[in-house]
């Protein structure tokens, strides 16, 4: 192992596609929002991915331009949140979580 290197596992994203809709930020944390992105994997398949973007610095620059329809890449973490329902039963969600995020310029 590298000098550099830790043992921490590290699970990681990177993600292209268009803006289904315009990025959304968090009523109550405004350096919080939301990307939701449509990603091609094959030419009849999308898939659908709602990204956690924190940063209020990146989000005043991009936020103009991160609206429906534009093209971007995400790279970012993914996680698992597990929790215990008010029922008791075991619940689970994958979380993806934006580290960068490049806008490109429209494709049309």
């Known amino acids: 192992m590298a000098a550099n290197e830790s ?30 992105l449509a990603c091609n994997d094959e030419p009849d398949h999308v898939s659908y991915f709602d990204i ?3 940063g209020a610095a990146r989000i005043a620059e991009f936020g103009p331009k991160l609206v429906k329809g534009a093209f971007v890449k995400v790279k970012g973490a993914i996680r698992q949140d597990r ?26």
């Open 7 to 36: 043992n921490t596992n590290y699970t990681s994203f990177t993600l292209c596609g268009n803006l289904v809709r315009d990025l959304e930020i968090h009523p109550d944390h405004p350096n919080i929002a939301t990307i939701h």
């Open 52 to 54: 956690a973007y924190n």
């Open 83 to 108: 929790w215990e329902a008010p029922d008791g039963s075991k619940r689970s969600k994958i979380v993806f979580s934006a580290i960068t995020v490049e806008h490109y310029p429209s494709r049309k």
